[in-house]
């Protein structure tokens, strides 16, 4: 069969033969359709990350759309060597997700994982509820942007939502968000905003930048929120940095909650109900990903191509 396979770490994968999977007795052969490009997909090929296969040549791709019985499947992590970026995988049973009618392969392959992050934050970290205020940290990415669509899907009331690019910004209003704050300006002027909002009232904080933003987010709630009120500040990603300085008074002088949401915090089984949800509201509630979509063949020429703004999917037909 063909698939993309690395031959040498941090090199792109390039589209050859690789072995057909054979399936074990808890798993399954999925004819893959579509498969996302990811910044975690090219960790694990370049071998930086935690999970990334340890022996050459392997396929890439740790999820993707396909078909098993004739039935649509979201799947996802097939077992080393196979990937999702081949035309076949395997995987455990387990690991599939059906697809609801009217949503097409290739828009469930790269909404699946983005609009997880906040889904699973807001209903497996923290329990949102109706009429709540939900700040998103870094909203003009993909997944930020899905983070504002999910939130005013699942009920907020309120949706505050932060960037640095610009004309993305413009942009979020139109997908629920209330009011958009830019990082650009100073720190004494995004201060000043931050207080004013946190003492408004804010109950959630999805944060997908962490770094400097992050810093100035946590002392403006612990500044603000005196009489002990919980805000759960619940971080997903660290595109703006990987540490940030966090005095204990932070924590300590504040109803400040600090939670983590991700592979580690949620169990599989409840992540992947968390993405059947997200398939099921996507068509009925117009949750919007306008995907790239490129054939498989031409992986090795677009391998670098993975950004916040845009979504690439892989074509095997």
Known sequence: MKAAMVVELGKAPVYADFDEPLAKDDEVIVDVT????????????????????????????????????????????????????????????????????????????????????????????????????????????????????????????????????????????????????????SEASLDDVFKKHFSDGIDIVLDYLWGPSAERLLAAAANTSKDAKPIHFIQIGSSGGATISLPASVIRSSGLELIGSGMGSVALDRMLATIAQVFEATVPHGLKIAPKILPLAKIEGNWAIATTATRTVFVTG
């Open 34 to 185: 579509a498969a996302p490009l990811s910044h975690v997909t090219q960790y694990r090929a370049s071998g930086t990350h935690y999970s990334a296969v340890g022996s050459l040549p392997f396929v890439v791709g740790f999820d993707g759309v396909g078909r098993h019985n004739g039935k649509r499947n979201y799947f996802i992590l097939p077992r080393a060597p196979f990937g999702s970026m081949a035309e076949r995988t395997v995987v455990k049973a387990s690991h599939l997700v059906s697809l609801p009618d009217g949503l097409d392969d290739a828009a469930a392959a790269a909404i699946a994982i983005p609009a997880m992050s906040s889904s699973a934050a807001l209903k497996e970290r923290t329990n949102i509820t109706p009429g709540q205020v939900v700040l998103v940290n870094g909203a003009t990415g993909i997944s930020g942007r899905l983070a504002v669509q999910i939130a005013k899907h699942l009920g907020a009331g309120k949706i505050i939502a932060t960037g640095r690019d610009s004309g993305m910004l413009q942009s979020l209003p139109a997908l629920g968000a209330d009011v958009t704050i830019s990082l650009l300006q």
